[in-house]
C-alpha cells in the first residue's frame, strides 16, 4: 500500500470515528444545542484536529447524512442478495435499511429538530440516496419477476413505481408510530400486503 492510500485510509478511519461519535451526540442534545467541542471531545481528539476534516459542525452533519444513508443502502443490497424467500428478503432489506438510516433519529428526543435539520442540510443527500434505493430494490423485483418469483403481469406497476409506492406508505407510517417495534411491525404489515399482490402464482 503507497503512502497515499495509507493516508487517505487513517483520514477516512478517523471520520468514521466521528461519525459515530457525532451521531451519538447529536441524538442526545439535537443538532442546535451540540457543539464542535461536544463532538471533538466525544471522539476522543482536539477540536483542531476536528476543524482538519470537516468545516464546521453543517459540513459535518452533512457528511454523516452521507456516511449513515451508505450503510444503510450497503445493507439492504446484502441482504437482497442474500438467499431465501424473495418477499423474506426485500422485507428484511428494507427492516434493516430504516435501522440504520431512520430508526436512531426516531429515538432520539430531538428525532423531530434532527429531521429537519436533515431536510435543510442534506436535501441533495437525500434526493441520491432515495434513488439509489428505489434502483435497488426495483432491480431486485425485476430480477425476481425475471426468475419467476413475482409476477408483475395483474399489476398496474411496474417495479419502479411500485417500490416508489410502498415508500411512500412506509413515510406515511412514520408520521403515525411512536415506538420502534410498531414502527418495524407497521414496516412488515405493509411490505406483505404490496407483495402477495405480485406474488408469483403455484406451478
Do not use: C
Not at 471522539?43 to 444513508?69: T, V
Not at 441533495?124 to 426468475?147: C, F, H, P, Q, S
Not at 417495479?159 to 416508489?164: A, D, N, S
Amino acid at each position: 500500500m503507497t503512502n497515499l492510500n495509507q493516508d487517505s485510509t487513517r483520514d477516512w478511519a478517523k471520520r468514521v470515528v466521528v461519525f459515530e461519535a457525532a451521531a451519538t451526540v447529536f441524538a442526545q442534545y439535537g443538532f442546535r444545542r451540540t457543539t464542535m467541542n461536544d463532538i471533538a471531545q466525544a471522539a476522543g481528539i482536539s477540536r483542531p484536529a476536528l476543524y482538519l476534516l470537516f468545516d464546521n459542525k453543517e459540513h459535518l452533519f452533512h457528511e454523516l447524512a452521507s456516511y449513515r444513508l451508505d450503510q444503510a443502502i450497503d445493507r439492504a443490497t446484502a441482504v437482497l442478495s442474500g438467499k431465501g424467500d424473495i418477499q423474506e428478503r426485500f422485507i428484511e432489506a428494507l427492516l434493516d435499511y430504516e435501522k440504520i438510516y431512520y430508526e436512531p433519529v426516531m429515538n432520539s428526543p430531538h428525532g423531530e429538530d434532527l429531521m429537519d435539520i436533515n431536510q435543510s442540510l442534506a436535501t441533495d443527500i437525500m434526493k441520491e440516496g432515495y434513488i439509489r434505493l428505489v434502483n435497488t430494490l426495483a432491480r431486485e423485483l425485476a430480477e425476481a419477476e425475471a426468475a419467476g418469483e413475482v409476477d408483475f403481469t395483474n399489476s398496474p406497476l411496474k417495479p419502479e413505481p411500485f417500490v416508489e409506492l410502498l415508500l411512500a406508505s412506509i413515510v406515511g407510517i412514520k408520521k403515525k408510530v411512536s415506538t420502534t417495534a410498531e414502527f418495524r411491525k407497521k414496516i412488515r404489515q405493509v411490505s406483505l400486503i404490496f407483495l402477495q399482490a405480485i406474488t408469483a402464482p403455484q406451478r
